[in-house]
């Protein structure tokens, strides 16, 4: 009887290592079949932009950036081209205001994202530590690399272009 108990333990220890081995994997099986999706987002997206002249071609890139963007946010490739993308169709395609309202803030908070996620960045802030956060993050934008320009430069444009058509008290509250 002891042996038969001691035989089913490692039986059930030789299935338990076996089934964690296969459930290991098929993580990293998934991690790498989604690193290819998103790579092929990232291609398509690319060629639909090159076809800008489209205007469903823009949105349609803007639509596999948006999926590209949800999974890899801190991917300056993605973020980069995803801002542009918004801001064109903000800007050259769509005659909604309240759409391109929409556009344009997303556009900024894809931007904003990307500059204050930055490790570089993050750690300016960090290091300055007089006055309150909108300061120390303002001293931060103004020491900040110059990989961090266009991302900086499209917040702007795209706060900016939102903020266009907004009353001045609400324009008042986005100092920033």
Not at 3 to 25: D, E, G, P, R, W
Not at 27 to 48: G, H, P, R, W, Y
Not at 92 to 119: R, T, Y
Not at 145 to 165: G, H, R
Request: hydrophobic content about 40%; proline content about 2%; glycine content about 2%.
């Amino acid at each position: 009887m002891k042996s038969l108990s001691l035989y089913s333990k490692k039986i059930a220890m030789i299935s338990f290592t076996i089934l964690s081995f296969n459930c290991v994997s098929q993580k990293v099986e998934l991690e790498n079949a989604q690193s290819q999706n998103i790579d092929f987002l990232i291609e398509q997206a690319t060629n639909l932009w090159d076809k800008r002249s489209d205007t469903n071609a823009v949105k349609q890139a803007n639509y596999f950036l948006g999926l590209a963007y949800n999974v890899k946010k801190t991917s300056t490739e993605i973020t980069d081209l995803y801002i542009k993308c918004l801001f064109f169709q903000g800007m050259f395609l769509e005659e909604d205001n309240d759409k391109k309202d929409s556009l344009f803030l997303k556009g900024s908070e894809v931007a904003k994202n990307s500059v204050l996620k930055n490790d570089i960045f993050t750690e300016l802030v960090q290091n300055s530590s007089i006055g309150d956060s909108t300061f120390n993050i303002l001293s931060a934008l103004s020491e900040a690399p110059k990989e961090l320009v266009p991302s900086m430069y499209w917040w702007a444009t795209n706060k900016l272009w939102y903020l266009n058509t907004k009353p001045a008290i609400e324009r008042i509250n986005h100092r920033e």
